[in-house]
Each structure stands twice: as structure tokens, then as C-alpha cells.
């Protein structure tokens, strides 16, 4: 059964106000909740209907019924399971590989699949900018379907931390006049910037990078004005991991 201050507090976290008031974030689904448990990631609650499904501390568990998650469900089609976990810390940035950065990045399922394509291609940092999107909302956590826990995310002044690299790292930015990708002298060391998904790169953060690549159009109507953000960041990292 759940409460009715559980099913308040749950209704909260949908806000980043609360999810950083309490600490807390929702996942839903049998599949991504199983992979947070097994990533080691701090139970605060778990309402399920199936008593068999995990093996979690009874103390922390409610059994309830399907009525009741569709009440707390974020979800137009609620799942067998609902938890509530701690939110964790991000590590310290490593950029001795590819890092990739994120200006102002707004859409949920943007961000989501974009955690999920840089634990696809080993990227082991995601740095964002203040105003991007919060990786804890429950619509990007359904998105990364458990991607998240193999991912360090970190939320800064995004211009500030572009211009403190080493002179000599590369920063790429992708734009709609750049250099093509597929000439480019691609290395495994760089930082890689992808930007909003209405105006792009920010001017503050354009002028912080050394390489400009676009991904070029074949198509013989010219009418598309760009790709979706997520699937551009597919192309950019899957030409990054080329041999």
C-alpha cells in the first residue's frame, strides 16, 4: 500500500526543486530499477506488485497494486515497479579520453538516449551546462533505460570549464558550416560539444573551441535544416570510435 505523504513526496520529485530538496529521484520499470540496485546506487523505497521480483531489504519494499502505481507512475503506461533512490555524487571529470558536453540541452528524451550512446561508445564523462536539462528527471531516467550508472554526470559552468583545459586540448563543436567529419583527423583525446536543440552552440561557448565538424547533408532536397541533437551525437561518436 502507499501512503498518502509517500504518494505526495513521490508526485514532488517530478519537480528538480524537490528532487534536490530531498536528494531523491524516481525510476520506474522492473528492467531499469534491477539495474540501479545492481549499479550499488542507495535504495530509499521500492512499491512493486511483484513480490518476487527483487531482492531488496523488506523495510524498504510495498507491495501494492496496479491501480495504485498508475496514481504515482510518471508513465502514460505504468510498470510493475516504481523505486525511489538517492541521488549520487559525480566523480571527478577525467579528460584523458573523449568527453562530451552538452549547452543547453532541454529535452528529456534528448539527454536520456545521448547517456545512453555515451555508455554505447565508452564515453566515461558527460559534462552539461547549468541550464541543461536535470539528468535525474524521471523522463530522462526512463530514457537511459539504467545508462546512467555507467556514466559520470556533471552539471557546471560549462564555459568556465572549456576555458581552463590545457592549451592544447582539442574542443570540437558541431555546427551546420563546419569541416565534414568524415575528413577529419578524428583523436581519442578531445572534448566533443553538442548544443541546444532550437539555436546550437551558444556564442559564450563557441568561442571556446579550436575545430568546427558538421556532419554533412547527401540528401538531394535541402529543405531539412538540421538533425536531432541525439541522433547527431550518435554519428559524431560512432565517426570518434571509427579505427
Not at 40 to 52: A, Q, V
Not at 137 to 152: C, D, F, L, Y
Not at 199 to 218: A, E, L, M
Request: aromatic share 8%; with cysteine; proline share 3%.
Amino acid at each position: 500500500m502507499v501512503s498518502k505523504n509517500q504518494k505526495k513526496l513521490i508526485k514532488s520529485l517530478y519537480q528538480k526543486k524537490y528532487r534536490k530538496q530531498h536528494g531523491l529521484f524516481v525510476a520506474e520499470g522492473k528492467k531499469v530499477v534491477k539495474e540501479l540496485l545492481d549499479a550499488g546506487l542507495k535504495l530509499h523505497s521500492l512499491f512493486t506488485i511483484d513480490e518476487n521480483a527483487f531482492e531488496v531489504d523488506e523495510q524498504y519494499q510495498y507491495y501494492t497494486t496496479t491501480e495504485e502505481l498508475k496514481q504515482i507512475s510518471f508513465l502514460t503506461t505504468a510498470q510493475t515497479a516504481l523505486a525511489l533512490f538517492y541521488i549520487p555524487e559525480s566523480t571527478k571529470i577525467n579528460t584523458d579520453g573523449l568527453v562530451m558536453a552538452l549547452d543547453d540541452v532541454r529535452d528529456p528524451g534528448n539527454l536520456g538516449t545521448i547517456i545512453r550512446l555515451c555508455d554505447w561508445f565508452g564515453i566515461q564523462d558527460l559534462v552539461c551546462s547549468q541550464e541543461t536539462v536535470d539528468c535525474f528527471n524521471p523522463k530522462v531516467i526512463q530514457a537511459t533505460m539504467g545508462s546512467i550508472t555507467r556514466v559520470n554526470i556533471t552539471y557546471l559552468d560549462l564555459e568556465k570549464f572549456l576555458t581552463l583545459q590545457e592549451p592544447n586540448t582539442t574542443i570540437f563543436g558541431t555546427f551546420m558550416d563546419g569541416n565534414t567529419i568524415y575528413s577529419e583527423s578524428l583523436p581519442e583525446k578531445a572534448i566533443i560539444i553538442m548544443g541546444n536543440e532550437a539555436n546550437g552552440i551558444s556564442k559564450t561557448i563557441v568561442d571556446t573551441i579550436n575545430q568546427r565538424i558538421t556532419i554533412p547533408q547527401f540528401g538531394s532536397n535541402q529543405k531539412t535544416e538540421s538533425l536531432n541533437v541525439a541522433t547527431a551525437a550518435a554519428i559524431v561518436l560512432s565517426e570518434f570510435r571509427r579505427p
